[in-house]
Every structure is written in C-alpha cells, then in structure tokens.
Antibody, heavy 123, light 107 residues
Framework: QLHLQESGPGLVRPSETLSLTCAVSGGSINSGPHYWGWLRQSPEKGLEWIATHYHIGEPNYNPSLRSRVIISLDPSKNQFSLRLTSVTVADTSIYYC???????????????WGQGAMVTVSA | DIQMTQSPSSVSASVGDRVTITCRASQDIRTWLVWYQQKPGKAPKVLIYAASSLQSGVPPRFSGSGSGTDFTLTLSSLQPDDFATYFCQQAYSLPLTFGGGTKVEIK
C-alpha cells in the first residue's frame, strides 16, 4: 500500500525559502508510470497545483509559481522535495504531496495524497 | 489557465436526500474532469475521473456526468459519511486547476 508523508518546518520567515520533503513508502518513485507532485490549499486561494515531476524528463510547474519553485526527486531515498523561494504571507497554506496518474482516462488525476503539512509564513 | 467554477458553494441536506453539484469550465475540456471529496483535516480523495468513471472502492451512490464545459456530481441518497466538501479539477491541460469547492452540510 503506497503511503506518502510530508515533512518540513511549520514556520518560515518572509523572504526565506520553504523546503518540504515527501517520503514515499510501499512503492518506488523510480518505476513509473506515475508523476509525483505538490499542491497546496488555503482559504484564500483554494486548491492549487504547484508542480509535478516524472522520474525521467523535465518537471512541470504552475506558471504562477514557476520563478520561485523547484521540485526534485531523490530515488536513492525514495522521496521528492519542494523548494519555494522568497516566500510571503500569501504562501501560508497546507502543502500536500501526491501521486498523479499519467495513463489513459486517469491522466492528471491525483490518486494518492499525503496527509498535508501546514506551513505558516510569518516574522 | 482554465477556470473552474462550482455551484453552489454550500448546500444543506438531510440523510437520504439527492444532492447535485455543478462544475463549469471556462473552455471545452471534453470529459477531462475529476471529482474529489475532502473531509476536515484530511487530504482530498478521488471519487470520479473522466467525468463519469467511478474510482475503485467509491460507492455507486456517487455519479458524475457532463462533457465540454458543464459537469455534474450527484449523490443519489446522502449518507452520514458524505457530509464533506467536494472539488472538481480539470485534467485537460496544464496548469491543472480546481473549482472552489462545495460544502455539503447537515440540515
């Protein structure tokens, strides 16, 4: 049974970098055919897709965040990470890691999610 | 970006009621539409993909329909476990976008 678990600081100062890691157990991030991604949710912006990455090729980013985001995979640790630079209070959200299907009619469906990590941006 | 608009934003209903939630896309997305259910403090869970295909393990009282720009999620007979917030997501093109959510509350 695949399980995803987010970890990282719950508080980040404005202008600093938010870093989160998603540990994957019960399956390999290197085996395909799934993408691995990050989303966030806040009362102000609702659910927002941030980025997704396959185990080969280039990642995909939400253009609204592209200049500040990096998603990376670490197959040796079976985990993937998110870095969001120059954060502001508007980046305060629950951050979810998730698996995204890429095949057939389930394309672009987030079928397995982590429990979520609350990140607050505050001085 | 494709804008997804859900209505209503909230609905009050009783156990056994039929509930319908609507999602409208700002452009034609064919049947590339996903519905999720989210309970407080939990991550979203897939209910329906491709507008009308039931995810494995989801009860058949949930159904989806629609194509193009207009879609519907129907709960045929509301159960206590169904009180939650429901979101639609377009799976047609990047960037992936979500509707604002519909909260189903107990009347």
């Amino acid at each position: 049974q695949l399980h995803l678990q987010e970890s990282g600081p719950g508080l980040v100062r404005p202008s600093e970098t938010l870093s989160l890691t998603c540990a994957v157990s019960g399956g390999s991030i290197n085996s395909g055919p799934h993408y691995w991604g990050w989303l966030r949710q806040s009362p102000e912006k609702g659910l927002e897709w941030i980025a997704t990455h396959y185990h080969i090729g280039e990642p995909n980013y939400n253009p609204s965040l592209r200049s500040r985001v990096i998603i990376s995979l670490d197959p040796s640790k079976n985990q993937f990470s998110l870095r969001l630079t120059s954060v502001t209070v508007a980046d305060t959200s629950i951050y979810y890691c998730a698996r995204m299907s890429t095949t057939g009619w389930t394309k672009y469906t987030f079928d397995i999610w982590g429990q979520g990590a609350m990140v607050t941006v505050s001085a | 970006d494709i804008q997804m608009t859900q209505s209503p934003s909230s609905v009050s209903a009783s156990v056994g009621d039929r509930v319908t939630i609507t999602c409208r896309a700002s452009q034609d997305i064919r049947t590339w539409l996903v519905w999720y259910q989210q309970k407080p403090g939990k991550a979203p869970k897939v209910l329906i993909y491709a507008a009308s295909s039931l995810q494995s393990g989801v009860p058949p009282r949930f159904s989806g329909s629609g194509s193009g720009t207009d879609f519907t999620l129907t709960l045929s007979s509301l159960q206590p476990d169904d009180f939650a917030t429901y979101f639609c997501q377009q799976a047609y093109s990047l960037p992936l976008t979500f509707g604002g959510g519909t909260k189903v509350e107990i009347k």
